[in-house]
């Protein structure tokens, strides 16, 4: 069986980031999160991945590690087969087809998989969730209780 990465911000990790690694976690032998290590994030990286590892901790072929740089890169250092991600709508195809292309260009042996999102998960996104947030939306019911915990402690600085 193939390994996986399963790259993004995950700032934070939501329920639809945690949809998409469990049905990638039944796929495929092994699944590493790849959380990117980019400017400006809300949450740093050190609890980007302590979250993600938290939220994961129930699945024994999944492992979370931060990254900077070319997920290609990233992707052949673990030497993972493929490239999983997940789309939402219409414009999360647009973008992720642009960058399919430049992957395929520049490590043609590695095979991106999209994943649909969840009904449920439509409309989730790490963005959105921030922004509610902040607004004083409770956002439990959207991210993993221990993520609404450190959303609500950071945002209450």
Known sequence: MAVAVYPGRFDPVTNGHLNITQRAAAMFERV????YDGPEAFFSIEERVMMFQEAVKDLPNVTVKPFSGLVVAFARQDKADVLVRGIRAFTDFEAEFDMALMNKKMAPDLESVYLMASLENLFV??????EV???????SDLVPPHVAAALRRKLAR
């Open 32 to 35: 590493v999160v790849a959380v």
């Open 125 to 130: 996104s790490g963005r959105r969730i921030r």
């Open 133 to 139: 947030a902040s607004l004083g939306y409770d956002a």
